[in-house]
């Protein structure tokens, strides 16, 4: 019987199994909440139907993709624009056949990555119809791979295009990676931050979590990991797999960890006022 693809209506995480699978292995990690009402499983035919495609240039040279309706937490795939062509990271959670004409029709893609298995969305989709030479995921990450093919395992740094750096901070994952594009002056931050907005889309807190649902904090020394990457990075916004959030700055990503390391960590957002 051949593997297809199942995606979990739980969470969104893709699977190629022989038939529907017994469970999902990023719901039943401690990260992640388990289906209240037991597992459901949706074949990729099945849903296709009824989604339709979404882009947005969210700053010149990066578009974030996604789909509607959304498919499990809500993922979207960044495109970013490079002297080499067009790199992605992270992924929508499906993409509809006008996302991946869109994506021909500039050109295809040099390069896929993800900080970690939250943001993988369906990014088999995008090896499978553009078969980008490098999908690269951090080395010590790979068991959360099994729907796609990763060409290139990273270790703690990766040049993924020019101006195109992934860093590995541990913590959230323990392969996790951050993406700083050093032209735009933007971290594509993964699951190692979180911004939390107003009803006006302003943002107006920020956190760092082991888990988010379980609000499990992340320990001291994956707290001064994380910071031995950051200080080293220019940036003046963030790009998580949900969500652009500018006027996040280096500074202000360290006045949150000094924060966090200077009592009992927590797994809450911190008011962007009391980070300076």
Request: proline share 7%; hydrophobic share 40%.
């Amino acid at each position: 019987m051949p593997l297809s693809p199942w995606t979990c209506t739980n969470c969104g995480h893709w699977q190629r199994w022989f038939d529907v699978p017994p469970q999902c292995p990023v719901c039943v990690d401690v990260r992640n909440a388990l289906p209240e009402d037991g597992w459901e499983f949706r074949a990729f035919a099945d849903l296709a139907a009824g989604r339709e495609a979404r882009w947005e240039e969210v700053t010149p040279g990066v578009t974030a993709f996604w789909c509607e309706p959304q498919v499990g937490l809500g993922t979207c795939g960044w495109v970013i624009e490079t002297d080499d062509g067009l790199v992605g990271f992270e992924g929508a959670g499906f993409y509809p056949d006008a996302a991946i004409a869109e994506l021909r029709r500039r050109g295809g893609l040099v390069a896929l990555g993800a900080s970690h298995v939250h943001g993988y969305g369906a990014l088999f989709q995008l090896q499978d119809e553009l078969d980008p030479p490098v999908l690269g995921i951090g080395v010590r990450d790979l068991e959360w791979t099994k729907a796609f093919r990763v060409t290139w395992p990273l270790d703690d740094r990766h040049v993924f295009a020019p101006g195109l750096v992934a860093h590995r901070t541990g913590g959230h994952f323990d392969g996790h990676n951050v993406l700083h594009d050093e032209r735009r002056g933007i971290l594509f931050c993964g699951d190692m931050l979180k911004p939390s907005f107003d009803a006006d889309g302003t943002t107006v807190g920020l956190s760092a979590h082991k888990a988010y649902h379980a609000q499990i904090p992340l320990s001291h020394q994956e707290i001064r990991d994380a910071y031995a990457v950051i200080e080293q990075l220019d940036f003046e916004a963030v790009a998580t797999p949900f969500e652009y959030a500018p006027h996040i700055s280096t500074k202000t990503v360290l006045a949150l960890y000094d924060r966090l390391l200077s009592a009992q960590p927590v797994a809450g957002p911190i008011a962007l006022d009391e980070l300076g």
